[in-house]
């Protein structure tokens, strides 16, 4: 039995979230996921705890097509964090009946990280979303020992979680045994895509390669039988595959049709449990 798939922002970013929502009905996803803050400073996001019409209309879409909102990004635990400055993106969150929030951490204060994690989830609970803790290796949490240590400072909120990205498990000093060892109740969901392999030499190639460079799974050299063999099969994913050159050349469609067919063929060959 398949998982359901969820059409990550980051694969289309240049559609609006009721376009995206639009384009994953039409080529077989059952979610979509909502890019509403920047991952960067000049970023594209679509902030829509503040656009009421883009949020009605994303609303709209997704009940006519079924296609529900997964996951928000993108939360950032940076030494300032506050909580409660983020109450409308839960309420918007709520809204479109998201389930999870995308969280990256970036402060060097571990123990302040913990404490701030703990302080969103506890915020966002009432909203019916968790907060998903990614670790990437460019960032503050660049592996998921430190991604586990901190999720055990903030005394592992039962809506806390760790978000696996293959790209980023496959290029962090993360190993396979340890995927197996997290506690099933903080696996919400996981990002699926490949690379080439090997990891880059700069941290400037591993973060292009993550934004602009990602491949179709089974083109590359990430283990993903390995990373999802050891996760729960009904586990959603989310499709997250940038690619600045192919993805224009195909097209939208075309693109998003041909990630999904081939997430969907690396779950297909995982064995049976």
């Given at each position: 039995m398949q998982p359901p798939f969820s059409l990550a922002h980051l694969t289309a970013l240049h559609l609006t979230p009721p376009?995206?929502?639009?384009?994953?009905a039409d080529t077989g996803y059952q979610y979509a996921g909502v890019r509403m803050l920047p991952a960067t400073p000049d970023g594209e996001a679509y902030a829509l705890m503040h656009d009421r019409a883009m949020l009605r209309e994303t609303i709209r879409r997704s009940r006519e097509t079924g296609v529900g909102v997964f996951d928000l990004e993108i939360l950032r635990l940076s030494p300032d964090?506050?909580?409660?400055?983020?109450?409308?993106?839960?309420?918007?969150?709520?809204?479109?009946?998201?389930?999870?929030?995308?969280?990256?951490?970036?402060?060097?204060?571990?123990?302040?990280?913990?404490?701030n994690l703990a302080a969103l989830c506890e915020a966002a609970r009432p909203f019916g979303l968790t907060a998903d803790l990614e670790f990437m290796p460019w960032?503050?949490?660049?592996?998921?020992?430190?991604?586990?240590r901190i999720l055990h400072?903030?005394?592992?909120?039962?809506?806390a979680g760790i978000l696996v990205d293959a790209i980023h498990f496959g290029r962090s000093d993360s190993r396979?045994?340890?995927l197996a060892q997290i506690p099933e109740q903080l696996l919400h969901y996981a990002q699926i895509c490949d690379a080439p392999a090997g990891i880059p030499d700069t941290e400037e190639a591993l973060i292009f390669d993550?934004?602009?460079?990602?491949l179709l799974p089974g083109e590359g050299g990430l283990d993903l039988p390995g990373i999802f063999g050891r996760?729960?099969?009904s586990l959603p994913i989310s499709v997250e595959?940038?690619?600045h050159l192919r993805a224009p050349a195909l097209g939208d469609h075309e693109w998003a049709r041909q990630a999904l067919l081939a997430a969907q063929a690396v779950c297909r060959q995982l064995p049976r449990t």
């Open positions: 376009e995206l929502i639009s384009l994953a964090f506050r909580a409660q400055d983020h109450l409308a993106f839960f309420e918007a969150g709520a809204e479109l009946g998201a389930r999870a929030m995308l969280v990256a951490g970036n402060d060097p204060d571990e123990q302040r990280q913990g404490d960032t503050l949490v660049p592996d998921l020992d430190s991604a586990l400072l903030a005394g592992t909120p039962e809506n396979l045994e340890q993550a934004r602009c460079r990602r996760l729960p099969r595959i940038p690619h």
